[in-house]
């Protein structure tokens, strides 16, 4: 009886192993901007394996979007602008949850100052066209009263950027880290998406199929809160975890650059309305429990 009990348990754990082995993993994309590290310390963590996903770190919020639209990854990190810029992704990239507000990380930097830039004939500006970074230059423009014959857009990545001698009158449209690389270069803040937070409100969620199941993607969620607690509550050991992925940033500078969002975790029916008022899809929308 002894024997055929043993056999039973190990027929069950193999079949169960089996189960598991099954199971398909999951692409999703994210970017170096400061409010994704999270998962970067789920993947370092190894909690991400577990939930059956794998992490592809990219260059920029573009890029994501892009693996997203060629069929690449199933899911993928970004701003509600980034789908907005792009109708045909937006019918299919549905919000499975906030990742987290941003309140002064994103930002616009100047070599100059605004009035020496009111009295440039021609403005350069670089920043990642379709994304988030346009719709701040266009609140900025708005703002102080640019003309778009003034302003000359290079479309390029943040990495290409920060390796950039600026000599001319430029503007650039960055987030953190970067904008800390930058400022530490002689750039300064001219604007931010907390001077801007009354025209535009800057919101990180994750996007994936819509046939993804709910109950998928929930572990992958917990994961990431169970990530930001961590930062919360072990702010130098989360540091230690991830700091690879944001190279030449050392951990007092990156504790500055935290401050420049809002994690959401339960959101508010603001933000909830203010997604709905940008004709999103919420039906997927998970909170935390």
Known sequence: MKTILVLLTLLFALLFQGCEADQPYHTIAANRWIGYLPFAYANEMGWLQKDHFILKWTNSLSESKTLFELGLCQGFCATQYEVLSEPHIKTKAL?????????????????????????????????????????????????????????????????NIVQMKCTKPTLIVTYEPYATLLRQQGFFVVASSKTLNSVIRVYDLFFALSTLPPQKVRPLYESFLKGVRELQERPRYFYEIIKDYIPRISYEKFREQIKGIRWIEKPTASDIDYLKAQGFDLSHLLTHR
Do not use: M
């Open 95 to 159: 919000p499975y949850f906030f990742i987290d507000q941003s309140l002064g990380a994103d930002q616009i930097l100047s070599n100059t100052s605004l009035q020496k830039l009111k009295k440039s004939p021609l403005i350069e500006v670089y920043l990642e066209l379709s994304s988030v970074n346009k719709a701040l230059l266009d609140s900025f423009i708005k703002r102080y009263h640019f003309k778009n014959d003034e302003i000359h857009l290079n479309d390029t990545t943040q990495d």
